[in-house]
Structure formats: C-alpha cells, structure tokens
C-alpha cells in the first residue's frame, strides 16, 4: 500500500522561508505527478504546485515566482520550497501522488506565517 511520508512545515514571519518534503513508499513504480496542494480554514484545498516524473512543472499563480517545487527523475521524493512567504500561504498543506490509477494524499503538515 502507498504511504506518503510529508516533513517540514511550520511557523515563519512574512518573508521567511519554508521547505517541504514527501516521499512515497510502497510503489514499485514511478509515481506519474508529484505535488502539492493546501487548505486553509474555511476554503477550498487548492492546487500549489506540482511535476512530473519528467520534470515538467505547473505552479498556482499566487505563488509563481515565489515557491519552487523539485524532484529527482524516477524518484518518488518532490520537495516544495516556500519563500517570501506571506499569510495568505498559510494552511495545512497535503502531499499528492498519482499513478496511472489512482491518487495517494499525505496527511497534511501545518504553515503558519504570522508576525
């Protein structure tokens, strides 16, 4: 079965910089996407960032320019790097992984930015 371990996280100032890491276990294949999304209390999860094992990225146009999602290719570990953060970026944000068949959710690691 398909786990998805998510680290990093936490509580920054506005400008500040967070990295996030999820890694997914028990596939003997490639996951297909790799990414993340996040939601915040009262709204809808959205999509932040994701790639593909081929590399090719697609980002929310809130955070372009300022997050940077990577990952190794053939590998099933994407880290996210959050910077200038500001507190419209905080929330609870979820590692997603798809295979050609199905979708894998982590459980989630909290963002706060906050002065």
């Known amino acids: 079965q398909v786990q998805l371990a998510e680290s990093g996280g936490g509580s920054v100032q506005p400008g500040g910089s967070l990295r996030l890491s999820c890694t997914a276990s028990?596939?003997?294949?490639?996951?297909?996407?790799m990414g993340w999304h996040r939601q915040a209390p009262g709204k809808q999860r959205e999509l932040v960032a994701m790639i593909t094992n081929g590399g090719w990225s697609n980002y929310a146009d809130s955070v372009k320019g300022r997050f940077e999602i990577s990952r190794e290719n053939g590998q099933n570990t994407v880290e996210l790097r959050l910077n200038n953060l500001k507190p419209e970026d905080s929330g609870v944000y979820f590692c997603?992984?798809?295979?050609?068949?199905?979708?894998?959710w982590g459980k989630g690691t909290l963002v706060t930015v906050s002065s």
């Open positions: 997603k992984a798809a295979s050609f068949a199905e979708n894998y």
């Open positions: 028990g596939s003997s294949s490639t996951m297909v996407t």
